[in-house]
């Protein structure tokens, strides 16, 4: 396969200056030595073979690569297009380097993949049993599924165009989602590597990780107040930490750095699979060539925009990929973003952990908090992190954002408001409620019970009774169904 010129650097699997050329081994055993044809003349019939690639000289294009084997050697080089030797012609390889002749060989079958790229696709698929384009894949799935696995195994695989539009809730975000034949290759190498990668993630680390979503790490926030007040009996503060722009500023070189010297250093540990090491376990040449597919895949090249041009009008240019520094930026929107997202500060929670020895400290992507007794000590720790994440993962800190609180006067975290004793819905969050609720009478019967209740089981999680009960009489819910005592489930008339 001919080297992508337009791909980032620093890859692992693949350099800079890789040929395109073919192997023997892509030429059957019982394929003939036809030997050549010049002019009228037959030469070296049964004794020499020659296969022909579609790769011609740059510098002469009247030469093209041609591999020559005999019964004691094999050679490849450049010769002339127009000798009549193209016998039989074969598809391009890839090799590392221009003193390398080792081609990539990947460890997995054909039959495994297969069936690790049908378990992908069951899970890129959830929640989008309706959409037009998981039906249009699903009308021709045997097919998609094995063009994708042999696009895989034969380098050949590259992502087509994302769809990119901008949402308002719960904020003005910019999303590229990916088609979904990308979507599969993306929950594909989800599955190989997630746990591997989790096992170097901190304790509060919360975001896409099973177990560990938001009401964990509301949980975990007000564990550590309890803890460091001493159940609110002495003061306590909490150093909240923002990043400007985080997707868009994530720099892809050091990500891919991060994410191989990762999977390195977990190569030797026992692995969550079935099996020893995860160096047993998964074919890494495999996960370093999906690793380098996705990460440096530039999700703008040829996207599709939905909507007018006017809705990025209000989108600041930092939160968008369009005006991302080269080499940087991760969609919002795909399932592998959100795992790289992770990696990536994994390298400040552990030096934050580690380093600067703060015990009672999370994060939930882009923000942390530490929970400190002295609040000049949290202080001091702003320009060090400040300083840590401009050095090694060039992000900057979000001066405006990045406050520290009295954990007495309440601290909101994640759509929730953390006082003494007790934890609120965020007003912000509330505002979102309060405009749903307001439009649900419009919706048919069965859409109204779901939405409703939706609403009701965010707030179950918080201490609002009051709350739901002015918002079902404001919205006069009550009209169309009835609600449990506890306010907690609706039930609309007739059903």
């Known amino acids: ?215 964990f790490g509301i949980a975990r926030l007000s564990h550590h107040i309890r803890s460091v007040s001493a159940g609110f009996s002495k003061p306590c503060y909490v150093l909240k930490i923002d990043i400007c722009g985080y997707f868009m500023s994530i720099n892809r070189n050091k990500l891919l750095d991060i994410c191989g010297n990762t999977l390195e250093k977990m190569k030797q540990h026992k692995s969550d699979m079935k099996g020893g090491t995860w160096g047993e376990t998964l074919d890494y040449p495999f996960i370093h060539y999906l690793l380098n597919k996705i990460i440096c895949s530039n999700p703008i090249e040829n996207c599709r925009m939905l909507g007018k041009r006017d809705d990025w009008n209000n989108l600041p240019t930092e939160k968008s990929l369009f005006f991302a520094p080269m080499n940087c930026g991760l969609p919002i929107g795909n399932l592998s973003s959100q795992l790289f997202s992770n990696i990536y500060l994994n390298e400040l929670d552990q030096y934050i952990k580690r380093e600067l020895g703060c015990r009672h400290y999370g994060r939930y992507v882009d923000d942390a908090y530490i929970v400190d007794c002295d609040m000049d000590r949290l202080k001091g720790f702003v320009p060090l992190i400040s300083n840590f994440l401009n050095s090694r993962l060039h992000l900057k800190i979000n001066s405006r954002k990045t406050r520290i609180y009295d954990a007495r006067s309440g601290v909101e975290f994640l759509g929730a408001y953390i006082k003494p004793f007790r934890t609120y819905i965020s007003n912000s ?67």
């Open 1 to 215: 396969m001919v080297n992508n010129k337009k791909s980032c650097g620093k890859l692992k699997c693949l350099h800079e200056h890789s040929l395109p050329l073919f192997s023997i081994d892509d030429c059957p055993k019982s394929v003939p030595a036809a030997g050549y044809r010049n002019g009228s003349s037959l030469n070296n019939a049964e004794s020499n073979g020659n296969y022909w690639s579609s790769t011609p000289n740059e510098s002469n294009t009247q030469n093209a690569y041609e591999l020559n084997f005999n019964s004691s050697n094999h050679n490849v080089d450049w010769n002339n297009r127009n000798n009549g030797q193209a016998v039989r012609p074969v598809s391009e390889l890839t090799i590392k380097s221009q003193q390398n002749d080792d081609f990539r060989h990947f460890s997995i079958s054909g039959t495994q993949l297969l069936q690790d790229l049908y378990k992908a696709y069951k899970d890129a698929r959830k929640s989008k049993r309706g959409k037009i384009y998981q039906l249009a894949f699903e009308l021709a799935l045997e097919d998609n599924l094995v063009k994708l696995r042999d696009e895989l195994l034969g380098d050949s695989y590259n992502p087509l165009a994302s769809t990119c539009f901008v949402i308002h809730d719960p904020k003005m975000r910019e999303i590229f989602a990916a088609d979904f034949r990308d979507r599969v290759v993306h929950h594909l190498f989800y599955n190989y590597t997630h746990k591997l990668f989790e096992r170097t993630f901190i304790y509060d680390s919360y975001s896409c990780i099973t177990g560990r979503g938001t009401h």
């Open 429 to 495: 969050s509330l505002k979102r409620i309060k405009k749903k609720m307001a439009v649900m009478p419009q919706k048919d019967v069965k859409s109204l019970q779901a939405s409703v209740n939706s609403c009701l089981g965010v707030m179950s999680h918080y201490d609002s009774y009051c709350i739901r009960k002015v918002l079902i009489y404001s919205s006069k819910l009550w009209k169309y169904g009835r609600f449990s005592n506890d306010l907690l489930n609706y039930k609309p008339f007739g059903r």
